[in-house]
């Protein structure tokens, strides 16, 4: 056995070795990435924009086996219902006389009122009306056979007349005779259907009175009905609590809607929009109606429950929520009149802060100004944060939040930058060499927090890619979609 004792070129014993993984494509994770992509675009999901197209061609080159236990996840365990019923419509435009597609189809889908959802992605992914293959039309039909006349007399219009061009399309065989009765009555319309109680309402609210009087009388009443017996639905009472007080209801059924508005199991799993519950808190301060405090309460109240605060994003995290206030973030939401983009920053800040969580708030213009930020109710301080607009200047030099953090030498685990620009790697205007906020951002990650993530939120997002991550922790999103705590807590 012969060693070498030669010590020429040997490194001393400190040397410090930096060993580099070699980057290997990650399928699973890159058709994550689009799928949640899509899901943020501001464009219709099942388009086929650029994203869209980019989608398909990696469904197809990918392992069928693969994308099926991805779309189980994002629908059993992700809550990503319309994701997995959009990969499985793919599948099933390529696989869809294999057995396993048809397993997977029935799994995904699970009702028969979901089944016009699901064929509305399948037909936008096909190019021709063509009907989908054996085992999944096998897989819809068993779907369609265990649906009865109460169930689907209890569907919304929309879901009845999708399922009645679902028979038509899919003709699906009966598996009994009562079945077959069942599907040929449908066809013809001739299933009496349940009316809602907000229907009955309208119908009420639109026909004629032979007094101010005796109709203020019929409203109160269908009212009190409504809310007694709680067949008025969450939403519905949520759109309507003005005409609600215009109808005159007495205060115990005031009372009873209030607990009910406040109550976190009725808002639903998922919780409300806080956009949504500030959009009708907004309408609430414009009345004078008697009991619109106590309505205005039972907001605050359900808006801790809110779908952001449900969502795990920014769970047991210390989070920078910095905040572009200038004029031209004063733009409305399209679907709140009422709410604009200046608001999203104060409010999830506000949602964080009023669930514990650790918070540093302030706005950024030519200077960055933290905001002391105390647990309050997140609706009116939400309001309150308004007076703050063009207190730090009207120049976005976001880049001056790292600066700051880096100086007092403290770690974060996430900063948010609201604005309506595109911010990363780019100079905004008047600025100098150097403040570029990705040169920044890349000397705090290595000088001071290695973990912290990044998240650059353009909330005009004109042509720009829903989410894009250019490096390591750092995500960009154009625009504003409800989901996006769910899809940011998923990555």
């Given at each position: 056995?012969?060693?070498?004792?030669?010590?020429?070129?040997?490194?001393?014993?400190?040397?410090?070795?930096?060993?580099?993984?070699?980057?290997?494509?990650?399928v699973?994770?890159?058709?994550?990435?689009?799928?949640?992509?899509?899901?943020?675009?501001?464009?219709?999901?099942?388009?086929?924009?650029?994203?869209?197209?980019?989608?398909?061609?990696?469904?197809?080159q990918?392992?069928?086996?693969?994308?099926?236990?991805?779309?189980?996840?994002?629908?059993e365990?992700?809550?990503?219902?319309?994701?997995?019923?959009?990969?499985t419509?793919?599948?099933?435009?390529?696989?869809?006389?294999?057995?396993?597609?048809?397993?997977?189809?029935?799994?995904?889908?699970?009702q028969?009122?979901?089944i016009?959802?699901?064929?509305?992605?399948?037909?936008?992914?096909?190019?021709?009306?063509?009907?989908?293959?054996?085992?999944?039309?096998?897989?819809l039909?068993v779907?369609?056979?265990?649906?009865?006349?109460?169930?689907?007399?209890?569907?919304?219009?929309?879901?009845?007349?999708g399922?009645?061009?679902?028979?038509?399309?899919?003709?699906?065989?009966?598996?009994?005779?009562?079945?077959?009765?069942?599907?040929a009555?449908?066809?013809?319309?001739?299933?009496p259907?349940?009316?809602?109680?907000?229907?009955?309402?309208?119908?009420?609210?639109?026909?004629?009175?032979?007094?101010p009087?005796?109709?203020?009388?019929?409203?109160?009443?269908?009212w009190?009905e409504?809310?007694?017996?709680?067949?008025?639905?969450?939403?519905?009472?949520?759109?309507?609590?003005?005409?609600?007080?215009?109808?005159?209801?007495?205060?115990?059924?005031?009372?009873?809607?209030?607990?009910?508005?406040?109550?976190?199991?009725?808002?639903?799993?998922?919780?409300?929009?806080?956009?949504?519950?500030?959009?009708?808190?907004?309408?609430?301060?414009?009345?004078?109606?008697?009991?619109?405090?106590?309505?205005?309460?039972?907001?605050?109240?359900?808006?801790?429950?809110?779908?952001?605060?449900?969502?795990?994003?920014?769970?047991?995290?210390?989070?920078?929520?910095?905040?572009?206030?200038?004029?031209?973030?004063?733009?409305?939401?399209?679907?709140?009149?009422?709410?604009?983009?200046?608001?999203?920053?104060?409010?999830l800040?506000?949602?964080?802060?009023?669930?514990?969580?650790?918070?540093?708030?302030?706005?950024?213009g030519?200077?960055?100004?933290?905001?002391?930020?105390?647990?309050r109710?997140?609706?009116?301080?939400?309001?309150?944060?308004?007076?703050?607009?063009?207190e730090?200047?009207?120049?976005?030099?976001?880049?001056?939040?790292?600066?700051?953090?880096?100086?007092?030498?403290?770690?974060?685990?996430?900063?948010?930058?609201?604005t309506?620009?595109?911010?990363?790697?780019?100079?905004?205007?008047?600025?100098?060499?150097?403040?570029?906020l990705?040169?920044?951002?890349?000397?705090?990650?290595?000088?001071?927090?290695?973990?912290?993530?990044?998240?650059?939120?353009?909330?005009?997002?004109?042509?720009?890619?829903?989410?894009?991550?250019?490096?390591?922790?750092?995500?960009?999103?154009?625009g504003?979609?409800?989901?996006v705590?769910?899809?940011?807590?998923?990555?």
């Amino acid at each position: 056995m012969k060693f070498n004792f030669n010590l020429k070129g040997r490194q001393p014993a400190d040397t410090r070795y930096a060993f580099i993984k070699a980057e290997v494509p990650d399928v699973q994770s890159d058709i994550l990435k689009m799928l949640l992509s899509v899901s943020l675009s501001v464009d219709d999901p099942g388009q086929a924009s650029h994203a869209m197209i980019l989608l398909r061609e990696t469904v197809r080159q990918g392992d069928p086996v693969l994308l099926g236990r991805l779309a189980v996840d994002l629908r059993e365990q992700r809550s990503f219902r319309d994701l997995s019923f959009l990969l499985t419509a793919e599948l099933a435009a390529l696989y869809g006389e294999d057995e396993r597609t048809g397993l997977l189809v029935s799994r995904i889908v699970q009702q028969p009122g979901k089944i016009p959802v699901w064929l509305d992605y399948y037909t936008r992914t096909v190019r021709k009306r063509q009907r989908p293959g054996r085992a999944v039309r096998k897989s819809l039909s068993v779907l369609l056979n265990s649906m009865d006349e109460y169930q689907y007399s209890r569907y919304s219009v929309e879901v009845r007349e999708g399922i009645k061009l679902a028979l038509q399309w899919l003709q699906p065989k009966a598996a009994s005779r009562s079945q077959k009765s069942l599907f040929a009555r449908i066809q013809r319309g001739q299933i009496p259907v349940r009316t809602t109680w907000l229907q009955e309402w309208q119908t009420l609210h639109q026909q004629h009175y032979d007094s101010p009087g005796q109709r203020q009388v019929v409203l109160r009443d269908k009212w009190k009905e409504g809310i007694s017996s709680f067949r008025i639905g969450y939403p519905a009472l949520l759109d309507n609590l003005q005409p609600m007080l215009c109808a005159g209801v007495s205060g115990k059924v005031l009372k009873l809607a209030a607990e009910y508005l406040g109550n976190a199991a009725a808002a639903g799993p998922a919780g409300q929009s806080p956009l949504r519950l500030l959009n009708v808190y907004r309408n609430l301060q414009r009345t004078d109606q008697g009991g619109a405090g106590m309505l205005t309460e039972a907001l605050e109240q359900a808006t801790l429950h809110n779908s952001w605060n449900r969502s795990g994003f920014g769970r047991r995290s210390v989070s920078v929520i910095a905040m572009d206030v200038s004029s031209s973030m004063r733009h409305p939401l399209d679907s709140y009149g009422l709410v604009q983009r200046f608001d999203i920053g104060p409010l999830l800040a506000f949602s964080w802060i009023s669930r514990g969580e650790q918070v540093i708030t302030g706005v950024i213009g030519n200077t960055w100004r933290p905001v002391q930020s105390t647990v309050r109710p997140i609706l009116s301080a939400t309001d309150q944060f308004r007076g703050h607009e063009g207190e730090a200047g009207y120049a976005i030099n976001a880049w001056l939040v790292l600066q700051d953090l880096m100086r007092k030498r403290q770690v974060v685990d996430k900063v948010l930058i609201f604005t309506d620009c595109a911010l990363w790697d780019n100079r905004t205007f008047n600025q100098p060499a150097g403040t570029d906020l990705s040169l920044w951002w890349r000397r705090y990650r290595r000088e001071v927090a290695p973990q912290a993530k990044l998240y650059v939120f353009d909330l005009a997002g004109y042509g720009m890619k829903a989410l894009e991550t250019p490096e390591e922790g750092v995500y960009l999103l154009a625009g504003w979609q409800e989901r996006v705590p769910d899809v940011l807590n998923f990555i």
